[in-house]
């Protein structure tokens, strides 16, 4: 059956190696933890449609490999993405130090306008935990990025992620703030929205009249 939905967004998965990405992906569109996850070679792809305060939006989402060896190829990837999850380990200082390259990576060569969430990864590693929430929503805040732990594992928060950063979208578009017709904008309307802006404006106006019988 063909898929009807409101919108398309490309979304991208960023961060350094071992930060959690493809689990993360695999999650949302398995709706299960992968087990022996190897580094990604490259990008990966996955798509799943969702509902997001009454829309139907498909997220086309491109996970990217965190190792430096692959960046050239992944930066290729980055070009008009809507939206980004921005991963880093919990248990990692070093996969926190990294996340202001990821970002600047992300808002230049993607979009400035680029809506990011922020994912703490591997939540349920707690004992090991060696950044702090507060530090790390302090980061979040600063760069104005939405925040979430998440745990790829368990799948806490990992829709979360996804939805909250597609509705974040949603609302800039409502407001004006995002336009999906500029080349770039990582946007592109389904079928649904589609029918809808090609109807004369004439009969989106008039309300259907009550039948008189
Ligand atoms: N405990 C725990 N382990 C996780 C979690 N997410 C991922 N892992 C483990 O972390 C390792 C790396 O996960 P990947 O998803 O392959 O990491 P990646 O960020 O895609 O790595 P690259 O492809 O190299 O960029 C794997 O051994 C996973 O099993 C999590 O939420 N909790």
């Known amino acids: 059956m063909a898929e009807t939905y409101d919108f398309l967004f490309k979304f991208l998965v960023i961060g350094s190696a071992g930060t959690g990405k493809s689990c993360l992906l695999h999650q949302f569109i398995e709706n299960k933890f992968k087990q022996d996850s190897n580094h990604t070679i490259g990008v990966e792809f996955g798509s799943r449609v969702v509902n997001v305060g009454g829309k139907t939006v498909k997220l086309q989402i491109w996970d990217t490999a965190g190792q430096e060896r692959f960046r050239s190829v992944t930066r290729s990837y980055y070009r008009g993405a809507a939206g980004a999850l921005l991963v880093y380990d919990i248990t990692s200082r070093e996969t926190y130090n990294s996340l202001a390259a990821w970002l600047t990576d992300a808002r230049t060569l993607a979009s400035p306008n680029i809506v990011v969430i922020l994912c703490g990864n591997k939540k349920d590693l707690d004992p090991e935990r060696e950044v702090t929430f507060l530090e790390a929503s302090r980061f979040a805040q600063e760069n104005e990025l939405m925040f979430l732990e998440t745990s790829a594992l368990t799948g806490e928060n990992v829709e979360e992620a996804f939805l909250k ?31 809808q802006l090609r109807q004369p404006r004439s009969a989106q106006a008039v309300a259907p009249q009550p039948c008189g019988c």
Do not use: F, H, V, W
């Open 165 to 195: 950063c597609a509705r974040t979208i949603l609302n800039k578009i409502d407001s004006g703030e995002l336009d999906p017709e500029r080349m770039g904008s990582g946007i592109q309307y389904g079928d649904i929205s589609l029918r």
